[in-house]
């Protein structure tokens, strides 16, 4: 303990240099309402792909940072009902046929994605996820938590696994999606295999062929660059189990928490999964370093809200996976078996140039989100600074073209 009168002393000086150091929020920054979020359960998917909550111990919650996060109305369009949106899904899927839904408008609270202290944040929430609950990263583990895992946190399970933070009140929950590929190409973790196959059937262009020595993971490729669009979406519907346990696990949630108002965030592929329940569910996403998912989102044919902008994409030039040039037969991604080409993502992307204004060199190993938060978000962004914001501006993707010189169409085998 330091004597009372020099921590007087010290105190003033510190506000001091905090002062010079940290740019004070604006009057209308201070106005946005900040949330204080806790850690509250983890989610998993058991083998039988059953969503499986567990609280967490009150015990680990005490040693778990809360996150401040600010939030900010925005826009965005629920369907009418989960049945409207279903029906015109399936509509479209089984007959081609365009249903018209009666999109609500709404005005909700979201994350304020100006805010980098915000992104930071959310990011830390999304990195948690990866961490699984017998590895060392998770420095509070205790006894209690050992013994009181769920099923679908055995070490063989495959799926998605992720954290639901709420906020005292449960006024507002965050939904936490573990992403997988980091862990894939850096030797694989347990979830490995049956995400390669959900990542390769919707995140290729054609059932992952790469070329001829590939084996692709769907039967719709018609030689020369053709590609059988209906084989194609048959596949994902029969092999995907991808966007059916995003839902179930959004509802699972909702009837948990049925007047929350609901975030959810994500990296990598679980980033893509957070965008498609956003569009389904009408509710604010943050994705980290997500594959495009936009192709992913049409071929599972769900039905397209007026506007997607309550959805925000956070990524950096030099991921070859947010990028989508983690393609051809040399590349990191098809060395590590997986045809990730798609580029193109809904609603808005926050893009940090890492490559212009950093010169970092494209590389997989930029990809992960311990890099992101460490190497892009914990400082003030420089370029931003310079224009007297805090983050690079949300914009929606202008002509974004992928999957170039491949044709879909009608090409029965
Ligand atoms: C919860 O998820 C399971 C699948 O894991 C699903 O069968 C069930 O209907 C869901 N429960 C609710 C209330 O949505
Ligand atoms: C945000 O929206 C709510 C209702 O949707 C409204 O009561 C509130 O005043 C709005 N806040 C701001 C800052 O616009
Ligand atoms: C919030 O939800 C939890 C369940 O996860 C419940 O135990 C708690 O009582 C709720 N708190 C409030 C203030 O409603
Ligand atoms: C950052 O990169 C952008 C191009 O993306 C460029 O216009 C800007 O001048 C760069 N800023 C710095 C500080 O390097």
Redesign the pocket.
Known sequence: MLPKALTALLIPLLDFFLDKAEQHPSYEEQLKPSLQFEL??EHAVSPSAHVVFS?APAARTAFQASYALRATNITSYKPPSLGAFSNARTRSMRDSQSVHLQWEEQEILGPDVESRETLLELAKMTNNAYVARDDPAWYELNEQWIKHYPVGWEPDADGFRGYVF?T???STIVLSIKGTSSAIFSGGGPTAKKDKLNDNLLFSCCCARIDWTWTTVCGCYRGGWKCDQNCLEDALIEDSLFYPIGTNLYNNLTY??PTSNIWIIGHSLGGALSSLLGVTFGVPVVAFESPGEKTASRRLHLPAPPSTQHITHVYHTADPIAMGTCNGILSSCALGGYALETRCHLGKSIVYDTVSNLSWSVDIRTHGIVNVIENILKEPWQPSLEVGREVPPAEAEQECVECYGWEFGDFPP
């Open positions: 509250r359960h609280d709420a005292p009140d449960n948990m928490y």
